[in-house]
């Protein structure tokens, strides 16, 4: 049986707490008899570990090419189920990605075991630890063997120890973009002189522009094809480039529902845009577990040229699908993110998080009600919100996502016009 976000966090507080505190001990002595055969120099083999979030792969994705630049051979550490988000750029060579199997504690303990012998193998001697006060990610990082090792720390604050892991303590900013505060690690990891806190640099919008996906023409017209032939079997007269693809993705992944829009109001919204472009082939996306879910949300809205694309498409078409589209409205979710890597214009819909810190690089129009209550999750509470009423994404109107999405396909269409 998976283990539950919830389980998980529990593990973390309960169970991560205590280790801390009994690995920091051995982390500082390990260090003070190490610390004699250490050669200096910056980074050579640096791992980044981010667990649990696919779209945060994404947004790592201009950190990890400035410590390339650097002069550094990067790998990465991520759960199992999300290692497919590293593919859409291929910054990481798949030789240099360690997994850990969350679905079982068994997996995860052998896993994790696996991993720290095979940090030493490969002599990773820096670590940036991504999460944001993960304390299991913190004793993956301590005891790893890497001389540098770099993360966030509370410093003064309260809440969310995780011991004294960190030879390079970050702040956390929560007022800039967090691709931008994951560039501060990097920094961080390659500075001279030690500061405290790091990093006392200015970061540009310009460092943070990702990089694009090179489409397989093949996998393209393969994926083309697949589309055209499903309309048909549904009878729709429907042909790639002579009308308009619009993507809909109804669903958010289970580390925070409260992220979602109504399905009645991704019903009425596919309502809302076959009326006005009722020529166009509406596309409900999702993965294969979100079947019936987005089947639910089709036969609400009730749309002859809208077809449920959930389990359509794998992962590493994704892309080319997003090179097809026009345009895509979705939750604050993966997709925002995946998307970003193409020239896909999108509306994002936030709620419990704000864009400030989590919006789309691409071409992105994010709405939020601006609740005084929201953003309801930060680093400050493990992302997790008492909240059961998510007011912030039910104030959304239907009106309000098809106003942007306008805007947003007519920006596609000069696009493909020029």
């Given at each position: 049986m998976a283990i539950s976000v919830n389980a998980m966090r529990t593990i973390d507080h309960w169970v991560g707490v205590p280790l801390c505190a009994l690995a920091s001990p051995i982390v500082a002595l390990f260090d003070l008899i190490a610390k004699p055969f250490r050669k200096s120099g910056p980074p050579k083999r640096l791992l980044f570990i981010e667990l649990s979030?696919?779209?945060?792969a994404i947004l790592v994705d201009p950190a990890m090419r400035?410590?390339?630049?650097?002069?550094a051979e990067i790998y990465f550490l991520i759960f199992k189920s999300n290692a497919a988000s590293l593919s859409l750029l291929n910054t990481v060579n798949p030789k240099h990605i360690f997994t850990i199997d969350s679905s079982s504690l068994w997996k995860l303990a052998l896993d994790t075991l696996g991993f720290l012998a095979k940090a030493r193998i490969h002599r990773i001697d820096t670590v940036i630890d991504l999460e944001l006060f993960s304390r299991f990610t913190a004793l993956l990082t301590g005891l790893c063997g890497a001389k540098r090792r770099v993360g966030y720390d509370i410093f003064h604050g309260e809440g969310l120890w995780r011991g004294t892991m960190l030879t390079r303590k970050v702040h956390y900013n929560p007022h800039i973009h967090i691709a931008k505060n994951f560039i501060s690690l990097v920094y961080a990891a390659f500075a001279e002189r030690e500061e405290l806190p790091f990093s006392k640099i200015a970061i540009t919008d310009d460092e943070i522009r990702l990089a694009q996906a090179v489409i397989d023409p093949s996998v393209k017209q393969n994926l083309q094809i697949r589309i055209e032939n499903l309309a048909q079997q549904a009878l729709i007269p429907f042909k790639v480039g002579q009308q308009r693809i619009i993507l809909i993705n109804p669903n958010a992944s289970d580390l925070l529902p409260q992220r979602r829009w109504a399905p009645e109001r991704f019903s009425e919204l596919i309502m809302a845009v076959h009326?006005?472009?009722?020529?166009?082939?509406?596309?409900?996306?999702?993965?294969?577990?979100?079947?019936?879910?987005?089947?639910?949300?089709r036969l609400a809205a009730n749309v002859k040229r809208a077809l449920n694309f959930a389990g359509h498409v794998r992962f590493s078409e994704l892309p080319a699908l997003y090179t097809l589209a026009h345009a895509m409205v979705t939750n604050d979710s993966g997709p925002g993110h995946f998307s970003s890597?193409?020239?896909l214009h999108t509306v994002v819909l936030f709620g419990p998080e704000t864009p400030a810190l989590y919006g789309s690089l691409g071409n992105s129009i994010p709405i939020t009600a601006n609740l005084a209550c929201s953003p309801c999750v930060s680093a400050a509470n493990h992302r997790k919100t008492p909240c059961q009423d998510n007011v912030c994404m039910k104030s959304i109107s239907v009106s309000q996502v098809m106003e942007q999405l306008a805007v947003q396909i007519t920006a596609a269409d000069r696009a493909r016009a020029s």
């Open positions: 979030e696919m779209g945060s400035k410590a390339q630049a650097n002069g009326q006005r472009y009722p020529e166009d082939l509406i596309l409900i996306t999702g993965s294969p577990a979100e079947h019936t879910y987005v089947e639910g949300v890597v193409t020239a």
